[in-house]
């Protein structure tokens, strides 16, 4: 089946700094990928969605300048959460959609911000 | 938008035997993909099983099916034969169509418990 992996797998950073996390298709092209938030035994929420050579569409509420998404081949999308705060703790998912529109996720970050 | 609504936060079912999960949602489209995950403790998203809405059949996947009620709107999942292994969160999920990028609209999941 096809993978999708993340990295890294888990991060903790100190608050005001910014932090890149990758979302890869290993084994297939995505020409759409999405990124999601899960809070601790919640839902996942849709945050953006990156198509490979444009900009990113965000879901209403989410700050663009703060979540930098990147699409820039179609195998990586990159997520860069800028200046950040506790409150931007978190799980973060990506999923990349493959050509027969079904999406695999990855195995999500966890983002500590101290 | 469309809604996906979760009513049960935990279920519980004892091994080897059959329990429902139920999901509804919302949508004024005629054509859409439906979807079951499974989230273990590992947080790694898990398909269960798909069901296209044009398609009257319910779907099933080994243990798993679905009853789709269309007009209800309605989309609940049958697990036979529980296992220890199948205890985990259970998201019901929404495609969106193409003109929104195929994302998945997400319900707040259903803990299930599985007892020896």
């Known amino acids: 089946g096809a993978v999708v992996s993340q990295h890294p797998s888990w991060v903790i950073c100190k608050s005001g700094t910014s932090v890149k996390i990758e979302c890869r298709s290993l084994d297939f092209q995505a020409t759409t990928m999405f990124w999601y938030r899960q809070f601790p035994k919640q839902s996942l929420m849709l945050m953006a969605t990156s198509n490979e050579g444009s900009k990113a569409t965000y879901e209403q509420g989410v700050e663009k300048d703060k979540f930098l998404i990147n699409h820039a081949s179609l195998t990586l999308s990159t997520l860069t959460v800028t200046s950040a705060h506790p409150e931007d703790s978190s799980f973060y998912i990506c999923s990349a959609r493959h050509v027969y529109n079904e999406q695999f996720f990855g195995p999500g970050t966890r983002l500590t911000v101290l | 938008a469309q809604t996906v609504t979760q009513s049960q936060p935990e279920m519980s079912v004892q091994e080897a035997e059959t329990v429902t999960l139920s999901c509804t949602y919302d949508t004024s489209e005629s054509d859409y993909y439906l979807f079951w995950y499974k989230q273990p403790p590992s947080r790694q998203m898990i398909l269960v099983i798909r069901?296209?809405?044009?398609?009257?059949q319910n779907a099933t996947e080994n243990r798993f099916s679905v009853n789709f009620q269309k007009a209800a709107k309605s989309f609940s999942l049958k697990i036979s034969d529980s296992q220890l292994g199948d205890a985990a969160m259970y998201f019901c999920?929404?495609?969106?169509?193409?003109?929104?990028?195929?994302?998945?609209?997400f319900g707040k999941g259903t803990s299930l418990l599985v007892t020896p």
């Open positions: 069901q296209e809405a044009y398609k009257q």
């Open positions: 999920a929404y495609r969106r169509p193409s003109n929104s990028g195929y994302a998945l609209n």
